[in-house]
């Protein structure tokens, strides 16, 4: 029989404190904890592998059962994936080279990152929004389906990576970011976005 894998939290995965405080639970099944240290709010124990899988299907992109709010939310988030690309061309002085997104939602960014010249890389956990980014992304650069720790920075590095609404989401923000890190060129930008408000919709 296999052993289930304990998922309690000894300390902080950002600071490493092992002073972790109970604050208040969710539902009554999901307890939140915070860091005495830095503050660091975190669910404790956390979610196993099948809650994750299940919380990340089809309907957690908003507009999946609603096809106006599809239209309108992509509108939205294209129009903010421009003004940010804008940003980012006068920051680096240039538009174009390798372009990673890490979450890329339903690929709104990296479409308009494509038609920028740019050559992009989305990395996305669930496979169901995989299939929407390849289809937003019309045969535009590749969506990867799985994890940070599986891209290789042997023969891959790239020049920018963007996050939105992403680190949150992750287990170990500390590994993570240095996986971000260790997949940059030298001078790479990392730029991690605040997510984009969809009108009537809680962040
Ligand atoms: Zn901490």
């Given at each position: 029989m296999r052993k289930k894998r304990d998922l309690t939290v000894k300390g902080c995965?950002?600071?490493?404190?092992?002073k972790l405080y109970y604050l208040f639970s969710i539902r009554d099944t999901h307890r939140v904890v915070m860091c005495q240290?830095?503050?660091l709010l975190l669910l404790n124990p956390q979610p196993s592998d099948e809650e994750l899988d299940a919380i990340y299907g089809p309907e957690y992109f908003l507009g999946n059962s609603l096809e106006n709010g599809t239209d309108h939310q992509s509108r939205l988030k294209?129009?903010?994936a421009v003004n940010y690309l804008n940003l980012l061309g006068r920051y680096r002085g240039a538009s174009g080279g390798e372009l990673l997104e890490v979450g890329p939602g339903q690929g709104d960014f990296l479409a308009a990152a494509a038609s920028q010249g740019y050559n992009v890389t989305g990395l996305e956990y669930s496979s169901s929004a995989c299939d929407v980014i390849k289809s937003n992304l019309q045969g535009q650069g590749r969506v990867i389906c799985g994890?940070?720790?599986q891209l290789s920075d042997e023969q891959e590095k790239y020049?920018?990576?963007?996050l939105s609404d992403v680190i949150e989401h992750t287990r170990d923000p500390r590994y993570f970011l240095h996986n971000i890190h260790r997949l940059l060129k030298p001078g790479g930008?990392?730029?991690?976005?605040?997510?984009?408000r969809i009108p009537g919709r809680p962040n």
């Open positions: 995965p950002c600071c490493n404190n092992n240290d830095c503050g294209q129009a903010t994890e940070i720790d020049d920018v990576c963007i930008l990392f730029l991690p976005l605040p997510p984009a």
